[in-house]
T-cell receptor, first 114, second 112 residues
Framework: AQSVTQLDSHVSVSEGTPVLLRCNYS??????LFWYVQHPNKGLQLLLKYTSAATLVKGINGFEAEFKKSETSFHLTKPSAHMSDAAEYFCVVCTTSGTYKYIFGTGTRLKVLA | NAGVTQTPKFRILKIGQSMTLQCTQD?????MYWYRQDPGMGLKLIYYSVGAGITDKGEVPNGYNVSRSTTEDFPLRLELAAPSQTSVYFC???????????FGQGTRLTVV
């Protein structure tokens, strides 16, 4: 079965410092992976997606993620955090066990300190 | 282009009451999903549909029912509300196959 594990439930960074949110996946074949962001009391917005093209994926708002098959990882990074980045971030894998289903990690809450 | 629209945004139910959460999408997507979000648990799949007339259970279907009579609409029914169903519910849709899933704004349901 496919799954994702987000290694940190909470991450705190200072404004202007790098962000690293970690995600490991489990899949028997090449997965499709996504990062979504959820701002407080809002819906979910797609940050970026990996679908077996380039392993380094660029998303919105300066975020990017690198697919590393050898490490089964898809970590999300940003060079410089902004206060507006404070939100919850979800790593998601799309499965194809008969149909397409989106399996969510448990989320990482990012706090940005002034 | 409205995307995925959920109604209502908020609702308080008494134990044993029933209600229907509405979800409609205007993107002609085949796949539609219902998730619930509980603190620290991410989103759990309740039911999904691969097209009109076809639905199937997800990870946490107990206490819920769905129907898909049209491509656009995918309502979620709670028959006998229980406190354990207090949650935020999200509807999503996607065209097919590893593409971006679009989410509604959510319905915050409290069962008291």
């Amino acid at each position: 079965a496919q799954s994702v594990t987000q290694l940190d439930s909470h991450v705190s960074v200072s404004e202007g410092t790098p962000v690293l949110l970690r995600c490991n996946y489990s899949s028997s074949y090449s997965p499709s992976l996504f990062w979504y962001v959820q701002h407080p009391n809002k819906g979910l917005q797609l940050l970026l997606k990996y679908t077996s093209a380039a392993t380094l994926v660029k998303g919105i708002n300066g975020f990017e993620a690198e697919f590393k098959k050898s490490e089964t990882s898809f970590h999300l990074t940003k060079p410089s955090a902004h206060m507006s980045d404070a939100a919850e971030y979800f790593c998601v894998v799309c499965t194809t066990s008969g149909t397409y289903k989106y399996i969510f990690g448990t989320g990482t809450r990012l706090k940005v300190l002034a | 282009n409205a995307g995925v629209t959920q109604t209502p945004k908020f609702r308080i139910l008494k134990i044993g009451q029933s209600m229907t959460l509405q979800c409609t999408q205007d993107m002609n997507h085949n796949y539609m999903y219902w998730y619930r979000q509980d603190p620290g648990m991410g989103l759990k799949l309740i039911y999904y549909s691969v097209g009109a007339g076809i639905t199937d259970k997800g990870e946490v279907p107990n206490g819920y029912n769905v129907s898909r009579s049209t491509t656009e609409d995918f309502p979620l029914r709670l028959e006998l509300a229980a406190p354990s169903q207090t949650s935020v519910y999200f509807c999503a849709s996607t065209k097919a196959g590893f593409t971006e899933a679009f989410f509604g704004q959510g319905t915050r349901l409290t069962v008291v």
